[in-house]
């Protein structure tokens, strides 16, 4: 599972990727250096970074290209408006479907409850603790 953590990161990867490839393109431009994008290094760099994109894609089975759409159009998130995913946190909510609860402690022996539809798919990571799952 890539959580949202590594997620963010394998996104500002990307973001680092991209703002490297096109300082490199303006220098390249500011010496009138003509580049044939396919073939270059500014290439090469952003092909990768692509790549990564889709295996994302692939990975959080985005049809709806969501992470496309925050890359290419919305800039990572700084040409956003109010209505569109703002940052790679609220982009891994919205593929996964679901509320993360980050992170809270527990008493020894309480109890939680969480109720869940049926289909829905959860993901419980805990350290030095037992789970017992009780159907109803």
Excluded: P, R
């Excluded at 894609?57 to 956003?80: Q, R, T």
């Excluded at 309480?110 to 603790?129: F, L, M, Q, R, T």
Aim: charged share 40%.
């Amino acid at each position: 599972m890539i959580t949202k953590e590594k997620f963010c990161e394998y996104i500002d990867k990307i973001e680092s990727t991209f703002s490297f490839a096109n300082k490199l393109e303006d220098l390249f431009q500011e010496f009138n250096f003509n580049v044939d994008h396919d073939d270059s290094l500014w290439g090469m760099t952003t092909d990768s970074a692509v790549d990564v994109i889709n295996i994302l894609e692939d990975y959080f089975d985005d049809e709806d290209g969501l992470i496309g759409e925050f890359v290419f159009e919305l800039d990572f998130g700084n040409d956003s408006t109010d209505e569109d995913i703002q940052d790679a946190e609220e982009l891994y909510d919205i593929l996964n479907e679901y509320e993360t609860i980050e992170e809270f402690e527990i008493e020894d022996d309480e109890v939680i409850e969480i109720e869940v539809e049926e289909g829905d798919e959860v993901y419980i990571e805990c350290e030095d603790c037992e789970i017992d799952f009780d159907e109803e």
